[in-house]
């Protein structure tokens, strides 16, 4: 008879050989096992740890980690609406309560079948084509009534996702404006053999030249950071592409991903020949699963054209391939170090720096960590010269930046500008009427307000990621910053403790506020919390927990004062409410079995 | 040329070796740094953020830093105290601790150094987590509410007896500790009293049965002396190797949860 | 210690608490004479007043376990010009918050059906009695409060302490020894 553990090895093997039971691929060989129950089944942990030789605590510990992994039975179909704030203004919070009420589940629960589940998650970067879904991880866009009520139907038929009409998951590219890197479209390849022609570190001084700063947030040196690596001795050095993508309201890696990845992994390639890497990575969020077998093809066709693999362009010594890893639910894992943490299979958790990537990273092994718009941006730098692209933009911020509007605006989706551009022209192309507010580079960045629209985007100004996201005068900012809260202590890895409690802290205080609770303490109380957040925590989502916030009470403080009904501290809770169980299991309902509001 | 191996903490000149972090380098030269998940025994975590100090005016966290020559280091100020005293109390509302029932209390590193940093309250609203305990193990009880996560016994478990029998599992406020066994239990894993793992606990989670409170109120660890005058606490178990504990009259097993 | 021209005016009440902390005052022992030198008592176990009237130190034990609790602590709240959370109960809900992680509901109904032993139970009704709180809360999330002097209970040495810091216009301060939490 088989035992518990045998039924699992049918399905479990497969997988483990293809990761050659390399336990650094975990969090891989967890994504792929959980596709056959839609959880991780206990035996199965059981199997693993024995193939693996991890000890259980560790494999479960990992999924608990990750937001898309689960360890109960969560349904044969898991439905995870996007909940950015953009998602909100087009009212997905409507339509997720329909679907519930279609399905008849709770959000958050297993229906009673253990048919599905109905939950929310972070920005699945569709902000310009919401509001958006997943289902078991497979991104839906513009999600109307009809679309819920027809994916209601599906369910309830019980249809098998792949067989659900191709049109749900027509994900567009959107792409408004196109600049030096949307608009180019060089042969796969030639960048490669630029580079060959005139040599590894000429192409390193070039991009030097060229004032290539990364485009994932924090603007470093590209050609300093590769010269570091490629200079810090190792066994082995190492490429990471970072398509992490989880600041809300950014969405251009998706589309260089979709239609420029031969730009991205030549970009990669480069890379590798400079700093002397053979191996290279590309973290994909696992939102952007549907992109998998699109990028594995593209993978597997520079193969075929010797782009890749052994011998690249018939150089002998020139060998270098990429593997994707998939995340799992955890915008941690953008910042570099947990995504490193994460490649190696284990929680994403940011490490302490220094040492660095550059220096220790995959396997403490030197390793580069490049934004996907930074590769892509380094092709074009090796065919044309690092001069001509320090031409473009501002004197210290180089180039191009691809931004991704949303919001309220005619025409959302991909705008590349070079460095420089204001606000208001951003605006005015992308047809936004009546703005209130731009956030810019997602809850982590800045929030403006209109007499600012003529600042710039650019790193000695208003540095970005790439998230543009427009609020028109209908909207509430309060509301704004309380969603992007909620977002931080979703997303807080828990590691320090400021960052764990603190984020959710301040979430509780919005939330209080939002009832209509607050008083001038809790703003005290907030702003306590902002300098203990920005100078203690671990890492940057720590520190920028708090921006929304005080970006919102700086600029749009109506929004705030509308809350403050009391002039004095007024409990969080409802008191009258807090006697509502007591009323209705005694059956009182006289004057004394209530609490008025306040003493005030 | 200034090639001294040396910084100041708050004023004091603090020599110190290649690789050593502040906070070592001060605890060798005999100075306090608040500290919850630092353990002088184990590789430096930097999880708790109570060591926290700034150098050349910079907050950082003393357990991980290293220093560099001159650095100028501020601990005890009122500024940095004041946010210890903040993340203590962040610890406090996280979990449940009423110390009045709590078997560590006297021994306990968070309360010692909720003392030394004169928090008179948890400032903050409860979370009142709840957080069911495992007394399934016979000799050992583990109370999760106190767990401050600061992952000493994952780090003694793993790294010195070669065990694993404890990690942290799930994310954000939602973190908490798991043992290594398929029903969750303690009872279910290779744990042993011997273990490291046993006696690293800043705080009340790990705890030998039938000891507690075994030590009268006045001679606990931390009655006589405040936490910054005890030298190097390392979790100061009350029911550890360095206790009487053994020599205690077994009482009636502790019927299991 | 020069006595005040005027007698401070001193309010003391037990919430959801065990009279432990108002024992532990009333250890202050023979400086009790002393202190009454220096205030007067208003609502509190030693007085027959009660309600609360305008006073000058309001000092509450135990957290807030029912509707009567959050009456008598707003009384205070209103009527003291400075309010003392005193022990472990008030300060973090104590051994009452014990309940915290179970449902309300579920608690009334264990204790007045489910329990054994019980026939025709039902859950006491009188318009008289205060109903229970889904959660104990400690006082500092329902009023503001000014100062805490922690403990289970405090020791006399500590309260004392805080009340003399305070009658001479001091910020209070507990050392080492002073301060602790059981
Ligand atoms: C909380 C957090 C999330 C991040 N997310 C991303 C991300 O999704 N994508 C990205 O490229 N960089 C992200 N970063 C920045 C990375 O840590 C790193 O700086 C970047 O990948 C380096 O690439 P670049 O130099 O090309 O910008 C994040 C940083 C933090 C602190
Ligand atoms: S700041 Fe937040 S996300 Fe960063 S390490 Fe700390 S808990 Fe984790
Ligand atoms: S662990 Fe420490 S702080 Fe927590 S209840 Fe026990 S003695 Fe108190
Ligand atoms: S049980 Fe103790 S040692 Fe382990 S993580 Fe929790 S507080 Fe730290
Ligand atoms: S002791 Fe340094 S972070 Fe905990």
Redesign the pocket.
Same mark, same amino acid.
């Given at each position: 008879m088989l035992n518990q553990a045998d039924t699992h090895a049918g399905y479990l093997d497969p997988i483990l050989i293809r990761h050659r039971h390399n336990a650094n691929d975990l969090l891989q060989i967890l994504i792929a096992a959980q596709d056959h129950y839609g959880y991780i089944h206990s035996d199965a942990i059981d199997h693993l740890s024995g193939q693996l030789g991890l000890p259980r605590s560790k494999i479960e510990g990992v999924s608990g980690f990750y937001s898309f992994l689960h360890l109960q039975a969560s349904g044969e179909y898991r439905v995870l609406f996007s909940d950015n704030i953009t998602d909100r203004m087009l009212g997905n919070m409507d339509l997720m309560q329909s679907l519930c009420s279609q399905l008849w589940v709770e959000p958050g629960k297993v229906s009673e079948d253990g048919l599905l589940s109905i939950n929310t998650t972070s920005c699945t970067g569709l902000c310009d084509q919401g509001p958006a879904l997943l289902v078991n991880n497979i991104a839906i866009n513009r999600l109307t009534q009809e679309r819920v009520n027809a994916i209601g139907e599906l369910i309830r038929e019980r249809l098998p996702v792949s067989a659900w009409p191709a049109m749900f998951f027509a994900i567009e590219d959107n792409i408004r404006r196109r600049d030096v890197l949307l608009g180019s479209h060089p042969k796969p390849g030639s960048a490669l053999a630029a580079l060959l022609q005139q040599g590894a570190a000429e192409t390193l001084q070039q991009i030097k030249i060229s004032k290539l700063?990364?485009?994932?947030? !924090?603007?470093?040196s590209?050609g300093s950071?590769w010269e570091l690596c490629r200079d810090a001795p190792g066994e082995q050095h190492y490429v990471v592409c970072? !398509? /992490?993508?989880?600041?809300p309201g =950014?969405f251009k /890696?998706r589309v260089l991903l979709n239609s420029y990845a031969d730009r991205v992994f030549e970009g990669m390639t480069l890379c590798a020949r400079i700093i002397g890497a053979t191996r290279g990575f590309l973290y994909l969020?696992g939102e952007y699963r549907y992109l998998l077998e699109h990028l594995q093809a593209v993978l597997q066709h520079r193969r075929q054209q010797n782009l890749l693999g052994d011998a690249i362009l018939g150089q002998a010594d020139f060998n270098f391939d990429i593997e994707i890893h998939l995340g799992a639910g955890a915008?941690?894992c953008?910042?570099?170090? !947990?995504?490193i943490e994460s490649l190696e299979g284990k929680r994403g958790t940011?490490r302490n720096r220094p040492p660095f990537p550059v220096t220790h990273g995959y396997l403490n092994q030197p390793t580069v960590?490049?934004?996907?718009? =930074?590769?892509a941006a380094t092709c074009l730098i090796c065919l044309q010269g690092g001069a001509w692209y320090a031409g473009i933009g501002t004197e210290t911020s180089s180039g191009t930046k691809i931004l991704s509007v949303s919001g309220d605006c005619e025409r959302p989706g991909l705008y590349e500008y070079p460095f420089g551009v204001t606000v208001s022209q951003v605006l005015s192309d992308c047809g936004a009427k009546d703005t209130q507010a731009v956030q810019i580079s997602g809850p982590?960045g800045v929030c403006i307000a209109p007499d600012e629209f003529n600042r710039r985007i650019a790193f000695e100004d208003l540095p970005t !990621?790439g998230a543009f996201m427009v609020f028109d005068r209908s909207r509430d900012m309060f509301e704004v910053a309380r969603n992007f809260v909620h977002f931080f202590k979703h997303?807080s890895c828990g590691f320090c403790t400021p960052c764990r409690v603190g984020t959710s802290l301040l979430s509780n205080m919005m939330d209080k506020l939002s009832h209509g609770h607050g008083s001038p303490y809790d703003f005290a109380e907030i702003e306590k919390l902002n300098v203990l957040l920005q100078s203690t925590s671990h890492?940057?989502?720590g520190h920028?927990a708090c921006n929304p916030v005080l970006d919102t009470i700086a600029r749009f403080r109506p929004a705030y004062d509308k809350r403050l009904a009391h002039k004095e501290f007024v409990p969080a809770f409802d008191l009258d409410r807090a006697l509502s169980q007591a009323r209705q299991m005694t059956g009182r309902d006289d004057t004394g079995a209530h609490l008025e509001r306040s003493h005030e | 040329m200034s090639q001294s191996n040396t910084f100041t903490l708050d004023g004091k000149t603090i020599p110190y070796s290649e690789g050593q972090t502040i906070i070592q380098a001060a605890m060798a030269a005999g100075e306090y740094i608040p500290h919850l998940c630092f353990n002088p025994e184990f590789k430096p975590h930097g999880s708790c953020k109570l060591c926290t100090v700034k150098a050349n005016g910079r907050q950082t966290a003393s357990c991980t830093q290293h220093p560099a020559p001159d650095m100028v280091v501020e601990s005890d100020t009122k500024e940095i105290n004041d946010e210890r005293r903040t993340l203590l109390q962040m610890l406090f509302v996280e979990g449940n601790h009423f110390c009045p029932s709590c078997e560590k209390s006297g021994n306990c590193q968070l309360q010692a150094t909720a003392y030394q940093l004169n928090m008179m309250s948890p400032h903050f609203d409860q979370f009142f987590p709840d957080r069911p305990l495992d007394a399934s193990h016979p000799d050992y009880l583990l109370d999760f509410n106190r767990c401050i996560l600061c992952s000493l016994c994952v780090r003694a478990s793993r790294d010195v007896d070669g065990k694993n029998v404890f990690a942290l599992s799930g994310r954000g406020i939602k973190s908490h500790l798991i043992v290594n066994a398929k029903s969750g239990r303690l009872a279910d894993t290779n744990f042993s009293g011997d273990d490291k793992a046993a006696h690293v606990c800043p705080v009340g989670v790990i705890l030998k049965k039938r000891v507690g409170f075994a030590i009268p109120i006045g001679s606990r660890s931390f009655d006589e002396q405040p936490i910054s005058a005890t030298p190097h606490p390392q979790g100061a178990c009350p029911v550890g190797p360095r206790s009487n504990a053994a020599t205690l009259p077994p009482h009636p097993t502790v019927k299991d949860a | 210690m020069n006595a005040p021209t005027k007698k401070l005016r001193v309010a003391t009440t037990s919430l959801a608490g065990c009279f432990g902390c108002h024992m532990s005052f009333l250890d202050i022992d023979e400086r009790l004479l002393e202190l009454v030198q220096l205030v007067e008592f208003d609502r509190s176990p030693l007085t027959d007043i009660k309600h609360c009237g305008p006073c000058d130190i309001g000092i509450i034990e135990g957290g807030l376990c029912n509707a009567e609790n959050v009456h008598v602590l707003r009384e205070f709240r209103a009527n003291c010009k400075i309010l003392i959370a005193i022990g472990a109960c008030a300060i973090n809900g104590g051994l009452p918050a014990q309940r915290n992680h179970l449902s309300l509901s579920a608690i009334l109904e264990e204790v007045y059906h489910a329990q054994h032993g019980l026939v025709d139970g039902f859950i006491p009704n009188d318009p008289e009695l205060p109903l229970p709180l889904d959660k104990v809360h400690p006082i500092h999330e329902v009023v503001k409060v000014d100062y805490f002097i922690p403990g289970c209970p405090p020791s006399a040495d500590a309260i004392w302490k805080v009340l003399t810091d305070l009658l001479a216009g001091k910020e209070p301060e507990l050392g080492h020894g002073l301060i602790h939490y059981d």
């Amino acid at each position: 008879m088989l035992n518990q553990a045998d039924t699992h090895a049918g399905y479990l093997d497969p997988i483990l050989i293809r990761h050659r039971h390399n336990a650094n691929d975990l969090l891989q060989i967890l994504i792929a096992a959980q596709d056959h129950y839609g959880y991780i089944h206990s035996d199965a942990i059981d199997h693993l740890s024995g193939q693996l030789g991890l000890p259980r605590s560790k494999i479960e510990g990992v999924s608990g980690f990750y937001s898309f992994l689960h360890l109960q039975a969560s349904g044969e179909y898991r439905v995870l609406f996007s909940d950015n704030i953009t998602d909100r203004m087009l009212g997905n919070m409507d339509l997720m309560q329909s679907l519930c009420s279609q399905l008849w589940v709770e959000p958050g629960k297993v229906s009673e079948d253990g048919l599905l589940s109905i939950n929310t998650t972070s920005c699945t970067g569709l902000c310009d084509q919401g509001p958006a879904l997943l289902v078991n991880n497979i991104a839906i866009n513009r999600l109307t009534q009809e679309r819920v009520n027809a994916i209601g139907e599906l369910i309830r038929e019980r249809l098998p996702v792949s067989a659900w009409p191709a049109m749900f998951f027509a994900i567009e590219d959107n792409i408004r404006r196109r600049d030096v890197l949307l608009g180019s479209h060089p042969k796969p390849g030639s960048a490669l053999a630029a580079l060959l022609q005139q040599g590894a570190a000429e192409t390193l001084q070039q991009i030097k030249i060229s004032k290539l700063r990364g485009r994932g947030g !924090a603007g470093f040196s590209t050609g300093s950071k590769w010269e570091l690596c490629r200079d810090a001795p190792g066994e082995q050095h190492y490429v990471v592409c970072n !398509a /992490d993508e989880g600041e809300p309201g =950014t969405f251009k /890696d998706r589309v260089l991903l979709n239609s420029y990845a031969d730009r991205v992994f030549e970009g990669m390639t480069l890379c590798a020949r400079i700093i002397g890497a053979t191996r290279g990575f590309l973290y994909l969020r696992g939102e952007y699963r549907y992109l998998l077998e699109h990028l594995q093809a593209v993978l597997q066709h520079r193969r075929q054209q010797n782009l890749l693999g052994d011998a690249i362009l018939g150089q002998a010594d020139f060998n270098f391939d990429i593997e994707i890893h998939l995340g799992a639910g955890a915008y941690i894992c953008g910042e570099e170090s !947990a995504l490193i943490e994460s490649l190696e299979g284990k929680r994403g958790t940011p490490r302490n720096r220094p040492p660095f990537p550059v220096t220790h990273g995959y396997l403490n092994q030197p390793t580069v960590v490049n934004n996907v718009e =930074t590769f892509a941006a380094t092709c074009l730098i090796c065919l044309q010269g690092g001069a001509w692209y320090a031409g473009i933009g501002t004197e210290t911020s180089s180039g191009t930046k691809i931004l991704s509007v949303s919001g309220d605006c005619e025409r959302p989706g991909l705008y590349e500008y070079p460095f420089g551009v204001t606000v208001s022209q951003v605006l005015s192309d992308c047809g936004a009427k009546d703005t209130q507010a731009v956030q810019i580079s997602g809850p982590s960045g800045v929030c403006i307000a209109p007499d600012e629209f003529n600042r710039r985007i650019a790193f000695e100004d208003l540095p970005t !990621a790439g998230a543009f996201m427009v609020f028109d005068r209908s909207r509430d900012m309060f509301e704004v910053a309380r969603n992007f809260v909620h977002f931080f202590k979703h997303e807080s890895c828990g590691f320090c403790t400021p960052c764990r409690v603190g984020t959710s802290l301040l979430s509780n205080m919005m939330d209080k506020l939002s009832h209509g609770h607050g008083s001038p303490y809790d703003f005290a109380e907030i702003e306590k919390l902002n300098v203990l957040l920005q100078s203690t925590s671990h890492c940057g989502l720590g520190h920028s927990a708090c921006n929304p916030v005080l970006d919102t009470i700086a600029r749009f403080r109506p929004a705030y004062d509308k809350r403050l009904a009391h002039k004095e501290f007024v409990p969080a809770f409802d008191l009258d409410r807090a006697l509502s169980q007591a009323r209705q299991m005694t059956g009182r309902d006289d004057t004394g079995a209530h609490l008025e509001r306040s003493h005030e | 040329m200034s090639q001294s191996n040396t910084f100041t903490l708050d004023g004091k000149t603090i020599p110190y070796s290649e690789g050593q972090t502040i906070i070592q380098a001060a605890m060798a030269a005999g100075e306090y740094i608040p500290h919850l998940c630092f353990n002088p025994e184990f590789k430096p975590h930097g999880s708790c953020k109570l060591c926290t100090v700034k150098a050349n005016g910079r907050q950082t966290a003393s357990c991980t830093q290293h220093p560099a020559p001159d650095m100028v280091v501020e601990s005890d100020t009122k500024e940095i105290n004041d946010e210890r005293r903040t993340l203590l109390q962040m610890l406090f509302v996280e979990g449940n601790h009423f110390c009045p029932s709590c078997e560590k209390s006297g021994n306990c590193q968070l309360q010692a150094t909720a003392y030394q940093l004169n928090m008179m309250s948890p400032h903050f609203d409860q979370f009142f987590p709840d957080r069911p305990l495992d007394a399934s193990h016979p000799d050992y009880l583990l109370d999760f509410n106190r767990c401050i996560l600061c992952s000493l016994c994952v780090r003694a478990s793993r790294d010195v007896d070669g065990k694993n029998v404890f990690a942290l599992s799930g994310r954000g406020i939602k973190s908490h500790l798991i043992v290594n066994a398929k029903s969750g239990r303690l009872a279910d894993t290779n744990f042993s009293g011997d273990d490291k793992a046993a006696h690293v606990c800043p705080v009340g989670v790990i705890l030998k049965k039938r000891v507690g409170f075994a030590i009268p109120i006045g001679s606990r660890s931390f009655d006589e002396q405040p936490i910054s005058a005890t030298p190097h606490p390392q979790g100061a178990c009350p029911v550890g190797p360095r206790s009487n504990a053994a020599t205690l009259p077994p009482h009636p097993t502790v019927k299991d949860a | 210690m020069n006595a005040p021209t005027k007698k401070l005016r001193v309010a003391t009440t037990s919430l959801a608490g065990c009279f432990g902390c108002h024992m532990s005052f009333l250890d202050i022992d023979e400086r009790l004479l002393e202190l009454v030198q220096l205030v007067e008592f208003d609502r509190s176990p030693l007085t027959d007043i009660k309600h609360c009237g305008p006073c000058d130190i309001g000092i509450i034990e135990g957290g807030l376990c029912n509707a009567e609790n959050v009456h008598v602590l707003r009384e205070f709240r209103a009527n003291c010009k400075i309010l003392i959370a005193i022990g472990a109960c008030a300060i973090n809900g104590g051994l009452p918050a014990q309940r915290n992680h179970l449902s309300l509901s579920a608690i009334l109904e264990e204790v007045y059906h489910a329990q054994h032993g019980l026939v025709d139970g039902f859950i006491p009704n009188d318009p008289e009695l205060p109903l229970p709180l889904d959660k104990v809360h400690p006082i500092h999330e329902v009023v503001k409060v000014d100062y805490f002097i922690p403990g289970c209970p405090p020791s006399a040495d500590a309260i004392w302490k805080v009340l003399t810091d305070l009658l001479a216009g001091k910020e209070p301060e507990l050392g080492h020894g002073l301060i602790h939490y059981d």
